[in-house]
């Protein structure tokens, strides 16, 4: 008769345990390849393609040194970066933490006594040094999921770092354009406050004279002072400009206000930038939906993490040491050690606590996946405005500069008809206004170009690489 053995009473609930174990699930296909949800082809037009900057390099190939120190200036002073910075930090730290976990821990005991141990026993002095070990059987990978979940949050952390680069350099950049835009734009209006400001005082002198009227007289200083009120509006924007971009980089103002004279009211001309034709390739260079797609990976090792929670914990524990043992009836020393316990931790019961810290897990988890999808939307949407806009700035741009010089020949030839003579004040102000509207427009136009070229800059994010930064 063969006799057979039964199971340990543990050993069938220990057996649905693993069959159940804690994986969070893969991926989505979409988190692991941005093109199931990218579409095929971008709708809007794509700039020229020849002689394309790298985009990493894109600030120190425009014509303009200034943007490009005060770029570095920014980045040194910035809380945006710093705060990157520690981020990282924070993130490392905790996946050393969690790394930690899979590994057996080493302690030191040292111990020493002194008494009577038993009755009949005489006095003992008892000294015992040993290094201890203990370690936890990641038996359902929960310390994993988490070092996972750490590793992956790290990874986003230092992505997160160059997004954090590229918003500061695109803020300078914005700042920087619109003084040089608001200086260009102050030399036209200078420009006709001091004509408005020499018409006055001519016609002052025509109407003294009696060869104009006195309203005549009145409109023309109405001009000039509207002119003046006009070139001061102006000045103070771009005062405002100047001081936003000393609190962006630091500089002194007085220093900066000399550098900026050397190239006033000239705008920098950026260096083309070529866009991939194939929207995926271009989304995989988005630090923000790298970071996305970490948080999603982190989430998924979260749902792990916490099904492993409901589960058996398995620990070993050993020591190797020596103890000394003195009595009168004489001295022992020798070495000790042990294997274990080895210790099971079986969840029974805690008022549901470990499934809803699952059910939360979950959700996050879905949560990071609709936030994914969004940002990939987003950054498609992003691109696509910033073609749009390109291109409709460069579309504009001839027509523009035909406008200025009509308008401007126009004002020209009324200005001589007026001091002939044959032309009213009245005439002579409403072609001033529409030449100095069709100039500023001219400037606007090229600012909105510059812009959107900046705009196009951040959507293809960067330049960004996988490389963590320097002293980070």
């Not at 770029?71 to 945006?80: G, R, W």
């Not at 406050?193 to 009145?218: D, N, Y």
């Amino acid at each position: 008769m063969t006799r057979r053995r039964s199971l340990p009473p543990l050993a069938p609930l220990l057996l649905a345990t693993l069959l159940t174990a804690c994986a969070g699930g893969p991926l989505p296909a979409d988190v692991r390849d941005p093109a199931a949800t990218a579409p095929a082809q971008w709708q809007a037009p794509l700039p020229h393609q020849g002689n394309a900057a790298e985009l990493a390099q894109w600030w120190q190939q425009f014509n303009d040194p200034l943007l490009a120190d005060l770029m570095q200036a920014a980045q040194e002073v910035s809380p945006t970066l710093a705060a990157a910075r520690t981020r990282i930090e924070q993130a490392r730290a905790t996946r050393v933490s969690a790394g930690a976990t899979l590994l057996p821990g080493l302690n030191a005991a040292a111990s020493a006594s002194r008494g009577v141990q038993e009755p009949s026993m005489p006095i003992t002095n008892t000294g015992s040094a040993a290094p201890q070990a203990s370690w936890e059987i990641d038996l359902f990978g929960g310390n994993r999921a988490g070092w996972d979940a750490a590793r992956a949050r790290h990874a986003g952390a230092e992505a997160g770092w160059h997004e954090a680069r590229v918003a500061v350099a695109a803020e300078v950049a914005s700042t920087y354009l619109g003084l040089r835009a608001c200086e260009a734009a102050l030399e036209k209006v200078q420009a006709d406050a001091s004509s408005r400001a020499e018409t006055s005082r001519l016609t002052e002198i025509a109407a003294k004279a009696g060869f104009q009227a006195p309203a005549a007289s009145a409109l023309a200083r109405a001009s000039a002072a509207q002119g003046n009120s006009l070139y001061l509006q102006q000045k103070a924007q771009c005062d405002t400009s100047v001081k936003s971009l000393v609190a962006l980089t630091g500089f002194a103002e007085p220093d900066l206000r000399t550098r900026l004279g050397a190239s006033t009211g000239t705008l920098p001309v950026p260096a083309l930038i070529a866009v991939g034709t194939v929207p995926a390739d271009v989304l995989n260079q988005r630090p923000d939906l790298y970071i996305a797609a970490r948080d999603v990976e982190a989430a998924s090792a979260d749902v792990s993490q916490a099904r492993a929670a409901r589960l058996p914990r398995v620990s070993l524990g050993g020591s190797f040491g020596r103890m000394r043992v003195e009595t009168s009836a004489g001295t022992s020393e020798g070495t000790t050690w042990s294997v274990g316990p080895l210790a099971v931790s079986l969840p029974l019961f805690d008022g549901g606590t470990r499934r809803a810290n699952v059910d939360a897990a979950r959700a996050r988890y879905d949560e990071a996946a609709v936030t994914y999808r969004a940002k990939v939307r987003g950054a498609v949407r992003e691109v696509e405005q910033a073609l749009v806009q390109l291109d409709s700035a460069e579309a504009r741009r001839e027509d523009a500069r035909t406008a200025a010089e009509g308008f401007d020949a126009s004002y020209r030839a009324v200005e001589a008809r007026y001091r002939g003579g044959l032309a009213s004040l009245f005439e002579l102000e409403d072609a001033r206004r529409s030449a100095l509207q069709a100039q500023i427009s001219v400037v606007d136009l090229e600012r909105d170009r510059v812009t959107a070229w900046i705009t196009l800059y951040r959507a293809l994010g960067g330049g960004w690489t996988t490389t963590p930064p320097k002293n980070s």
